[in-house]
């Protein structure tokens, strides 16, 4: 039975920005590994072949379970952040949504991978380029602890 989304409080959401920098940090060195990889085969629909099933280039068997693990491995990412409750948006911006409500209105509150808190938001149509400040909400980088 589908219990629908999970909305979040700002704090709710920020309690799990730690978890999402982890897992964001991992996902943008498996991007980093995959790139040359699937370049390495001269066309990106060739690595799409293998990943649904087609056989590799004779010779290149290792790199196409590499690259089937690579995937995987990015696939695992993406569950766990969802998994959260969260919505992500956009891989490569590194964006991620959480349902909230502002004003009686459902909305989503907006983080991007790097930024210190949850500190947006914006309407369910409007998207990142809608972003609004979160009133009330300080953004300030962790202080330097020797």
Not at 89 to 102: H, I, Q, S, W
Not at 111 to 126: D, I, M, N
Request: aromatic share 8%.
């Amino acid at each position: 039975m589908d219990e629908g989304p999970r909305f979040f409080t700002v704090q709710e959401a920020n309690a799990l920005v730690a978890a999402l920098e982890l897992e964001f940090g991992r996902l943008a060195g498996l991007r980093t590994e995959l790139g040359p990889l699937i370049a390495s085969f001269g066309d990106a629909d060739v690595a799409v072949g293998i990943l649904r099933g087609g056989e590799p280039p004779e010779g290149r068997e290792a790199d196409a379970e590499h690259l089937g693990r690579l995937a995987a491995e990015i696939t695992a990412v993406l569950e766990r952040v969802n998994g959260m409750g969260c919505l992500v948006k956009d891989v490569e911006m590194g964006l991620v949504d959480f349902y909230a409500v502002v004003e009686g209105e459902p909305v989503f509150l907006c983080w991007q991978f790097g930024e210190p808190a949850v500190s947006h938001w914006h309407s369910l149509e409007e998207g990142f380029a809608g972003r609004k400040e979160i009133a009330g909400v300080s953004v300030r980088s962790p202080a330097f602890r020797n």
